[in-house]
């Protein structure tokens, strides 16, 4: 008799004989459900990383070790194995658990001999017993708040218990059904629809119970009420079948249809090696062959010679041409073959639409690469803290590698750089092998910049990095393009290959090699397909697939094709003969975006399980989608991918308004629910989309603006920028937060006239205490342009309302106010005037005891001494400046200190220091995202290599310099010429 009751379905609750048991702390308790579900040994140190992410491992360790002793006094010693290095539950009879016993009737059933989803009559008690277990969802209520990695467990386990009870219920009622008692079947039907109201197999489940009990109008009431939601929270009619059984049931013929539908309960006789009759399970029709590729000779020999001749340095190799020319299947094909001899491959892809998505192909190539690797330490020999880099775009790599460092500050020195060079380390890791790795980056056009930025930093580095880095782009004249083109040419080891359409027996031979030797289609359809593609290698395959298949005829070859229609005209052929089912789903699928996972697409489809799968092999085995490699750090999570982004668009393309807007905020409300887990933190900007486009922009707007907070916060200036442009645009409620964080990222950029609109605004919205901040911005763009007088007024006006700041804050902020005021005073000439409020700034900098304040405070000084020619003050108050400003998460007091620091080595002649502080400068600066500072720096590290003799270093920097300064002097409307004066500041 077991002695301890543990129960997890509901209120999760321990009993010893029959009397509640209370256990000290809620991770004890969350450490005794983990063991028990588990049911293996864990190691400590695996269970501290689960339970304590945030602490070290020392400080995790002894955390573990007070809640495992506050878990040995509330229970038995002989019932928990406590280990040095495991922990584990210890077999016996002494611990029942209402899940595991559920586990077990479940098991039971599996002893019958039948598949799983079919029921005989010897399932019925266990089946029975499993639904009387389960009394409510897996720990209903309960939740670890500083344990993400924990509460994913548990919702996982929760939902994955929560499916299996459906199966239950499904079971006993097609048994209850089968026997005849009506009314036990339709307590369990009930049961089963309240679990998902939009399972119509439920619905038709009690439509046919009501039906057969003599409850006809109850059963017609049921069909009008699955009719009410589908349309209210789907906007779709029911299926075909549930339509048809609401027709037989009201025409009364119920009893004839019956003998048609497939059941579900079988005898024990019909179970193989139990009788006579042999069980046969059905099988997806198998997917089409892949076509040939034909007239490709040229571009795979080179790739081939270019592979082979990688030895030390890396190459970068670009396949460029028209949509449908066949980049994508040339690219796959040769990684594919790279990968049989040998070679380690990633591979990823940008899709349309998914632009403002920051590092997405990144992030896929380092899962891929994880999941490749299957537990292998990979990240030897990689310095803890470019894996800690790696963890900000991965957050389960802190899982799979637990005593990982805590990343270091986004915005402190060399921040962007240590976060390039962590990715890019780990990628080389990954595809680390006897042969050069291939990363493959596919549709690179519709990549986001702040991966492009990334992919620039790769490419411009493969030097001693033997990698084959192959990517694919449409030929366009856009300004994505332009960059890409300006990566590759700023590259040093290329390869660039345009593909042409296919010559027309070249294009004939593809079509005999689609045939294999088999007359398939008569010599006059071969022709007109070869005329009607146009040599495009992806119109020809995707015409031949459909007439293989019988989707076209062959006598089209008689008659016009629209050229312009003709991928079109084929697509829809394929889409209209879906069934009804895989057609919704594949419509869902098409709304979530690029790539889509099986639990998500089913709770927004509102198809079954069941009905999911047979839809999505449907899809498969009609080529429309295709599935993805398993994530090592998810198994449990399938995913699949539209084949061609043409498909996807052309079925969003033909559904209704009112049905788009519905599945938009399904999947947007989906998405919510998940958005705690580690893997989907960063679908802020996909939940603020799916929002936008279901006409929900206040709830849009939020999320858009959590999307560019985060953007920022890994330095996807661009991507933030959009988002809070979105943001405010949709009516964010807090519009002066929105405003004041475009104004920044206005000023980073070098739009000083939009900066300054973007704050006038905000101080418009924006209460008395945000007021001189938003004062002291706007000065600083003037600035910045040498506007002094207007600076000085700005300055002056911040100081206004000082009364409206925390008491605390008040000192430093005039401190830092008065330093750049006595800035602007400066560039003025009005030197007297600059020294007062130098010194008054200093004053107060020192008594509030700042750390930001005393840095800028310094800085100033440094500069005033330096133009006062005061070498040693100017050393000092600069190697003081930057001490300060080391001490703070701010680039700015950094980058500042270390360009005036510069200048003043310069000037003492020491060119080789002052040269490597201005780079430290400049990758500081590049990180940030300030182009006019770094503008000014470049301008700087040119005079400086100049003075110093390297004259081609020097205009090669100048060259730069000059871009960025034009590009910022087009934001305004008259020539500026301060802009390009810059030096100091």
Same mark, same amino acid.
């Given at each position: 008799?077991?002695?301890?009751?543990?129960?997890?379905?509901?209120?999760?609750?321990?009993?010893?004989?029959?009397?509640?048991?209370?256990?000290?702390?809620?991770?004890?308790?969350?450490?005794?459900?983990?063991?028990?579900?588990?049911?293996?040994?864990?190691?400590?140190?695996?269970?501290?990383?689960?339970?304590?992410?945030?602490?070290?491992?020392?400080?995790?360790?002894?955390?573990?070790?007070?809640?495992?002793?506050?878990?040995?006094?509330?229970?038995?010693?002989?019932?928990?194995?406590?280990?040095?290095?495991?922990?584990?539950?210890?077999?016996?009879?002494?611990?029942?658990?209402?899940?595991?016993?559920?586990?077990?009737?479940?098991?039971?059933?599996?002893?019958?001999?039948?598949?799983?989803?079919?029921?005989?009559?010897?399932?019925?008690?266990?089946?029975?017993?499993?639904?009387?277990?389960?009394?409510?969802?897996?720990?209903?209520?309960?939740?670890?708040?500083?344990?993400?990695?924990? &509460?994913?467990?548990?919702?996982?386990?929760?939902?994955?218990?929560?499916?299996?009870?459906?199966?239950?219920?499904?079971?006993?009622?097609?048994?209850?059904?089968?026997?005849?008692?009506?009314?036990?079947?339709?307590?369990?039907?009930?049961?089963?629809?309240?679990? &998902?109201?939009?399972?119509?197999?439920?619905?038709?489940?009690?439509?046919?119970?009501?039906?057969?009990?003599?409850?006809?109008?109850?059963?017609?009431?049921?069909?009008?009420?699955?009719?009410?939601?589908?349309?209210?929270?789907?906007?779709?009619?029911?299926?075909?079948?549930?339509?048809?059984?609401?027709?037989?049931?009201?025409?009364?013929?119920?009893?004839?249809?019956?003998?048609?539908?497939?059941?579900?309960?079988?005898?024990?006789?019909?179970?193989?090696?139990?009788? +006579?009759?042999?069980? %046969?399970?059905?099988?997806?029709?198998?997917?089409?062959?892949?076509?040939?590729?034909?007239?490709?000779?040229?571009?795979?020999?080179?790739?081939?010679?270019?592979?082979?001749?990688?030895?030390?340095?890396?190459?970068?190799?670009?396949?460029?041409?028209?949509?449908?020319?066949?980049?994508?299947?040339?690219?796959?094909?040769?990684?594919?073959?790279?990968?049989?001899?040998?070679?380690?491959?990633? +591979?990823?892809?940008?899709?349309?639409?998914?632009?403002?998505?920051?590092?997405?192909?990144?992030?896929?190539?380092?899962?891929?690469?994880?999941?490749?690797?299957?537990?292998?330490?990979?990240?030897?020999?990689?310095?803890?803290?470019?894996?800690?880099?790696?963890?900000?775009?991965?957050?389960?790599?802190?899982?799979?590698?637990?005593?990982?460092?805590?990343?270091?500050?986004?915005?402190?020195?060399?921040?962007?750089?240590?976060?390039?060079?962590?990715?890019?380390?780990?990628?080389?890791?990954?595809?680390?092998?006897?042969?050069?790795?291939?990363?493959?980056?596919?549709?690179?056009?519709?990549?986001?910049?702040?991966?492009?930025?990334?992919?620039?930093?790769?490419?411009?580095?493969?030097?001693?990095?033997?990698?084959?880095?192959?990517?694919?782009?449409?030929?366009?004249?856009?300004?994505?393009?332009?960059?890409?083109?300006?990566?590759?040419?700023?590259?040093?080891?290329?390869?660039?290959?345009?593909?042409?359409?296919?010559?027309?027996?070249?294009?004939?031979?593809?079509?005999?090699?689609?045939?294999?030797?088999?007359?398939?289609?008569?010599?006059?359809?071969?022709?007109?397909?070869?005329?009607?593609?146009?040599?495009?290698?992806?119109?020809?395959?995707?015409?031949?697939?459909?007439?293989?298949?019988?989707?076209?005829?062959?006598?089209?070859?008689? +008659?016009?094709?629209?050229?312009?229609?003709?991928?079109?005209?084929?697509?829809?052929?394929?889409?209209?003969?879906?069934?009804?089912?895989?057609?919704?789903?594949?419509?869902?699928?098409?709304?979530?975006?690029?790539?889509?996972?099986?639990?998500?697409?089913?709770?927004?489809?509102?198809?079954?399980?069941?009905?999911?799968?047979?839809?999505?092999?449907?899809?498969?085995?009609?080529?429309?989608?295709?599935?993805?490699?398993?994530?090592?750090?998810?198994?449990?999570?399938?995913?699949?991918?539209?084949?061609?982004?043409?498909?996807?668009?052309?079925?969003?393309?033909?559904?209704?308004?009112?049905?788009?807007?519905?599945?938009?905020?399904?999947?947007?409300?989906?998405?919510?629910?998940?958005?705690?887990?580690?893997?989907?933190?960063?679908?802020?900007?996909?939940?603020?989309?799916?929002?936008?486009?279901?006409?929900?922009?206040?709830?849009?707007?939020?999320?858009?603006?959590?999307?560019?907070?985060?953007?920022?916060?890994?330095?996807?200036?661009?991507?933030?920028?959009?988002?809070?442009?979105?943001?405010?645009?949709?009516?964010?409620?807090?519009?002066?937060?929105?405003?004041?964080?475009?104004?920044?990222?206005?000023?980073?950029?070098?739009?000083?006239?939009?900066?300054?609109?973007?704050?006038?605004?905000?101080?418009?919205?924006?209460?008395?205490?945000?007021?001189?901040?938003?004062?002291?911005?706007?000065?600083?763009?003037?600035?910045?342009?040498?506007?002094?007088?207007?600076?000085?007024?700005?300055?002056?006006?911040?100081?206004?309302?000082?009364?409206?700041?925390?008491?605390?804050?008040?000192?430093?902020?005039?401190?830092?106010?008065?330093?750049?005021?006595?800035?602007?005073?400066?560039?003025?000439?009005?030197?007297?005037?600059?020294?007062?409020?130098?010194?008054?700034?200093?004053?107060?900098?020192?008594?509030?005891?700042?750390?930001?304040?005393?840095?800028?405070?310094?800085?100033?000084?440094?500069?005033?001494?330096?133009?006062?020619?005061?070498?040693?003050?100017?050393?000092?108050?600069?190697?003081?400046?930057?001490?300060?400003?080391?001490?703070?998460?701010?680039?700015?007091?950094?980058?500042?200190?270390?360009?005036?620091?510069?200048?003043?080595?310069?000037?003492?002649?020491?060119?080789?220091?002052? %040269?490597?502080?201005?780079?430290?400068?400049? &990758?500081?600066?590049?990180?940030?995202?300030?182009?006019?500072?770094?503008?000014?720096?470049?301008?700087?590290?040119?005079?400086?290599?100049?003075?110093?003799?390297?004259?081609?270093?020097?205009?090669?920097?100048?060259?730069?310099?000059?871009?960025?300064?034009?590009?910022?002097?087009?934001?305004?409307?008259?020539?500026?010429?301060?802009?390009?004066?810059?030096?100091?500041?």
């Amino acid at each position: 008799m077991p002695t301890y009751y543990f129960f997890l379905f509901g209120t999760p609750r321990l009993e010893y004989l029959g009397q509640p048991v209370a256990i000290d702390t809620r991770k004890a308790f969350a450490l005794l459900a983990y063991l028990l579900i588990e049911n293996q040994p864990q190691s400590r140190d695996s269970l501290a990383a689960l339970f304590w992410p945030e602490s070290d491992q020392s400080a995790a360790r002894s955390a573990l070790r007070r809640t495992l002793s506050a878990l040995r006094g509330a229970l038995n010693d002989d019932l928990v194995d406590f280990g040095r290095e495991v922990i584990a539950l210890r077999p016996g009879e002494d611990l029942w658990c209402d899940v595991s016993a559920f586990q077990a009737s479940l098991l039971e059933c599996r002893t019958h001999g039948h598949p799983a989803r079919q029921v005989c009559p010897n399932c019925l008690a266990s089946l029975q017993q499993a639904a009387d277990l389960y009394a409510a969802d897996f720990m209903t209520g309960f939740s670890l708040r500083d344990s993400a990695a924990f &509460d994913d467990w548990q919702f996982f386990e929760a939902d994955r218990l929560r499916r299996e009870l459906a199966n239950v219920l499904e079971r006993l009622v097609n048994l209850h059904k089968e026997q005849h008692d009506f009314q036990t079947g339709l307590s369990y039907a009930r049961r089963w629809l309240s679990l &998902d109201n939009l399972n119509e197999a439920a619905h038709r489940a009690l439509i046919t119970l009501y039906a057969q009990s003599n409850q006809r109008n109850a059963a017609l009431r049921q069909y009008r009420e699955c009719v009410r939601i589908l349309e209210e929270e789907l906007g779709v009619p029911p299926l075909a079948e549930t339509t048809h059984l609401y027709e037989t049931v009201k025409e009364n013929r119920l009893e004839d249809s019956t003998t048609h539908e497939p059941v579900s309960v079988i005898n024990p006789q019909d179970i193989p090696g139990t009788g +006579s009759s042999t069980w %046969i399970e059905d099988q997806p029709a198998p997917l089409m062959d892949s076509a040939p590729l034909v007239g490709r000779a040229p571009e795979w020999e080179q790739l081939t010679r270019i592979y082979d001749g990688i030895r030390q340095n890396g190459v970068f190799a670009a396949l460029t041409g028209e949509p449908g020319i066949g980049k994508t299947r040339l690219a796959e094909e040769f990684s594919t073959h790279l990968q049989k001899r040998g070679a380690i491959t990633l +591979s990823a892809r940008g899709y349309a639409g998914e632009s403002n998505l920051a590092y997405t192909p990144l992030i896929d190539l380092l899962r891929q690469g994880i999941s490749q690797s299957q537990g292998k330490p990979w990240w030897h020999g990689l310095h803890p803290h470019w894996l800690s880099e790696v963890a900000l775009l991965v957050p389960e790599l802190s899982t799979i590698i637990p005593d990982l460092p805590p990343a270091q500050p986004t915005a402190g020195p060399g921040a962007q750089t240590r976060f390039y060079q962590g990715v890019c380390q780990a990628l080389m890791a990954l595809v680390s092998g006897p042969s050069p790795g291939v990363i493959f980056i596919d549709n690179l056009e519709w990549a986001d910049e702040s991966t492009l930025d990334l992919l620039a930093y790769l490419a411009r580095r493969l030097r001693a990095r033997p990698i084959f880095l192959l990517v694919t782009w449409q030929r366009e004249n856009t300004s994505i393009t332009g960059k890409l083109e300006q990566i590759f040419n700023d590259s040093e080891f290329t390869l660039r290959l345009e593909l042409s359409p296919l010559e027309p027996d070249q294009a004939l031979a593809l079509i005999e090699q689609f045939e294999r030797n088999v007359q398939l289609f008569p010599p006059a359809f071969k022709d007109q397909l070869v005329k009607v593609s146009q040599g495009f290698p992806h119109f020809l395959v995707e015409y031949l697939q459909a007439a293989r298949v019988g989707e076209i005829s062959s006598e089209l070859a008689t +008659s016009h094709w629209p050229i312009p229609a003709g991928l079109r005209g084929m697509l829809q052929t394929r889409l209209a003969n879906l069934s009804g089912s895989a057609s919704q789903i594949l419509q869902a699928a098409a709304v979530i975006g690029r790539t889509f996972e099986s639990d998500l697409l089913q709770t927004v489809s509102g198809r079954t399980e069941e009905e999911i799968i047979q839809g999505i092999e449907e899809l498969l085995s009609r080529n429309l989608v295709r599935e993805l490699p398993i994530q090592a750090a998810y198994p449990s999570v399938t995913r699949y991918d539209f084949k061609q982004e043409q498909v996807r668009a052309l079925v969003l393309a033909e559904i209704s308004l009112i049905r788009l807007r519905l599945l938009h905020r399904r999947i947007a409300e989906s998405l919510v629910e998940r958005i705690h887990l580690p893997s989907k933190r960063s679908q802020n900007g996909q939940i603020a989309f799916h929002f936008q486009q279901a006409g929900l922009p206040e709830q849009a707007a939020i999320y858009y603006f959590q999307a560019g907070q985060m953007a920022r916060a890994i330095r996807a200036n661009a991507d933030a920028l959009a988002h809070f442009q979105a943001a405010l645009a949709l009516g964010y409620p807090q519009k002066s937060e929105v405003l004041i964080e475009l104004g920044d990222l206005y000023t980073l950029q070098g739009d000083y006239p939009q900066a300054i609109q973007q704050y006038e605004a905000a101080a418009a919205f924006s209460p008395s205490a945000r007021l001189p901040a938003i004062e002291q911005k706007i000065g600083r763009v003037y600035l910045r342009r040498g506007f002094w007088e207007q600076a000085a007024c700005h300055f002056e006006a911040a100081l206004y309302d000082l009364e409206a700041l925390p008491p605390e804050r008040q000192k430093a902020f005039e401190a830092e106010v008065r330093a750049d005021w006595s800035l602007a005073c400066h560039r003025e000439r009005k030197t007297e005037e600059a020294q007062n409020l130098a010194q008054a700034a200093l004053g107060l900098a020192e008594s509030s005891g700042a750390p930001l304040a005393l840095a800028q405070v310094h800085n100033l000084l440094g500069v005033l001494a330096r133009a006062g020619q005061c070498p040693d003050a100017t050393l000092e108050h600069l190697t003081n400046s930057l001490s300060f400003a080391r001490q703070l998460d701010n680039p700015s007091a950094q980058i500042a200190a270390l360009n005036n620091l510069a200048l003043a080595q310069s000037d003492n002649g020491d060119y080789v220091q002052a %040269i490597a502080t201005l780079q430290g400068a400049l &990758d500081e600066c590049i990180g940030v995202g300030d182009r006019h500072l770094e503008a000014a720096l470049r301008n700087n590290l040119a005079d400086t290599l100049r003075a110093s003799g390297q004259t081609e270093s020097a205009i090669a920097q100048l060259k730069q310099a000059v871009a960025i300064f034009a590009e910022i002097g087009q934001n305004v409307e008259a020539w500026e010429p301060e802009i390009w004066k810059l030096v100091e500041w």
